[in-house]
């Protein structure tokens, strides 16, 4: 039988979502099992851990909470994924990740808060211009908690018929009762906007307040993500029904730097070169510094050179820089 550490460790495996952990404990146990003689036992387990291996290939088991994909109206209405991005691979202000490790946190030990009757901040509203990690946040914090993804798919929620948006928004809500995961509603304008707007339609208002409604009545453990780059728009009471708004802007001198030196850490680029870089990149997006900085690696890769041409990435940099400047 399985040791006392083992099945110990086997519970910690499973209770933290570490699926490579859990095959390697099952593994452990069938090699001991075979050193006992009990090897019809041991083959048992390899094969039972081998059908598990295939099955997290197949995207169908890993992490704390499988991808429990979408059937039904809900395969329109949600995109499934289960990202393995990190907070870590991110490169934020200072306060944005103070804000985003607070909630994962909070997350992790939801438990021990509802002991004392209080509950962890787990629905967030994302504002800023376009391209500077929205997106890539909602992704890192599934990826740090182990939970899948699921995307609102909002050409598919908004309908022009009258109180079926609402009926896909409520199937939406009792999604995230049913299954965990951290939902992002990108583009949120599109459902968030003042009430009292002077191109209002009657639909988009019952919208908004049925996911007023939705939002305020919430008691899931789902994350959820509402994204948007025009905060203008958004209607007053929203702010008040999220747990916390965390605000995005592009990066600054150093950020860039940072960003420059982890998008090309396989190549030789010197700290003087990446610091002029950044002097010159200021007023991109993460987004747009990304895209130069894979052009550049490209070339590099292209010609057989194992050191990125810094006036490649310069040449790229410029090319953004005056797209922004181009008139509309």
Not at 2 to 16: D, G, I, P, V
Not at 141 to 164: N, R
Request: charged letters at 30%; proline letters at 3%.
């Amino acid at each position: 039988m399985a040791t006392a550490q083992q099945l110990k460790a086997l519970l910690q495996s499973y209770s933290e979502a570490d699926g490579e952990m859990f095959v390697s404990v099952a593994l452990q146990i069938a090699a001991h099992e075979a050193r006992t003689g009990k090897g019809k036992f041991a083959s048992e387990i390899k094969r039972l851990v081998d059908e598990i291996k295939i099955k997290q290939r197949e995207a169908k088991v890993g992490g704390s909470v499988p991808i429990s994909r979408p059937t039904g109206e809900l395969a329109t209405l949600l995109s499934a994924t289960y990202p393995r991005t990190r907070l870590s691979q991110m490169v934020l202000a200072p306060e944005q990740r103070e804000s985003l490790e607070l909630v994962i946190r909070e997350y992790r030990q939801q438990s021990k808060l509802r002991e004392h009757g209080l509950s962890a901040r787990r629905k967030l509203l994302l504002v800023g211009p376009p391209g500077v990690g929205k997106t890539m946040t909602s992704w890192a914090l599934a990826g740090e908690l182990k939970l899948p993804h699921f995307t609102v798919q909002l050409h598919s929620l908004i309908t022009k018929y009258m109180g079926e948006t609402a009926a896909k928004l409520f199937a939406i809500f009792e999604a995230m009762r049913h299954t965990r995961g951290v939902y992002l509603f990108d583009e949120f304008d599109a459902i968030g906007s003042m009430r009292a707007g002077s191109n209002d339609v009657g639909e988009i208002r019952r919208v908004l307040n049925s996911f007023l409604q939705f939002l305020e009545q919430d008691e899931s453990d789902s994350v959820i993500v509402a994204a948007t780059n025009l905060e203008d728009l958004l209607d007053d009471a929203l702010f008040r029904r999220f747990d916390d708004v965390i605000r995005y802007r592009f990066p600054n001198r150093p950020e860039l730097h940072d960003l420059i030196a982890n998008r090309l850490a396989a190549f030789n680029l010197s700290r003087d070169q990446i610091d002029d870089l950044a002097g010159k990149a200021v007023g991109l997006s993460h987004a747009e510094i990304c895209r130069a900085c894979d052009e550049a690696a490209k070339m590099a890769v292209l010609d057989d050179r194992r050191e990125i041409a810094a006036v490649d990435l310069q040449r790229s940099i410029q090319l953004r820089q005056e797209r922004q400047r181009a008139p509309k």
